[in-house]
Nanobody, 131 residues
Framework: QVQLEESGGGWVQAGGSLRLACAAS????????MGWFRQPPGKEREVVAA???????SYADSVKGRFTISKDNANDTLYLQMNGLKPEDTAMYYC?????????????????????????WGKGTLVTISS
């Protein structure tokens, strides 16, 4: 089964940049799609970005133009480059992937990422943006 672990979270001032990484235990090209979710303090978890095997990427309106999702199949790693960070970006960020035997549905607006079959999640990495 796929295991994921996020890294790269931390503290940064508004307007700064941060790059999150998600290391997978097996070849991520076998996953139909992967994505990044976040959960701000006291709020519901929301999808931020998604990427499919062909490299197609989708983003929530709140981060479009500022965040970029990408993956390195050779190193089995998913990334989220975050630029122009705002205080409202403060949240626990989670990496998630569809099981190789499953799939997903990406639609929007509003941006929606739904996994079919087994889902794989990391434990999260905290991102704090100060004004």
């Amino acid at each position: 089964q796929v295991q994921l672990e996020e890294s790269g979270g931390g503290w940064v001032q508004a307007g700064g940049s941060l790059r999150l990484a998600c290391a997978a235990s097996e070849s991520i090209h076998n996953s139909h799609c992967m994505g990044w979710f976040r959960q701000p303090p006291g709020k519901e978890r929301e999808v931020v970005a998604a990427i499919e095997n062909d490299g197609s990427a989708s983003y929530a309106d709140s981060v479009k133009g500022r965040f970029t999702i990408s993956k390195d199949n050779a190193n089995d790693t998913l990334y989220l480059q975050m630029n122009g960070l705002k205080p409202e970006d403060t949240a626990m960020y989670y990496c998630a992937a569809a099981d190789p035997h499953g799939g997903c549905s990406i639609s929007g607006p509003p941006f929606t990422l739904l996994f079919y079959g087994q889902e794989h999640w990391g434990k999260g990495t905290l991102v704090t943006i100060s004004s």
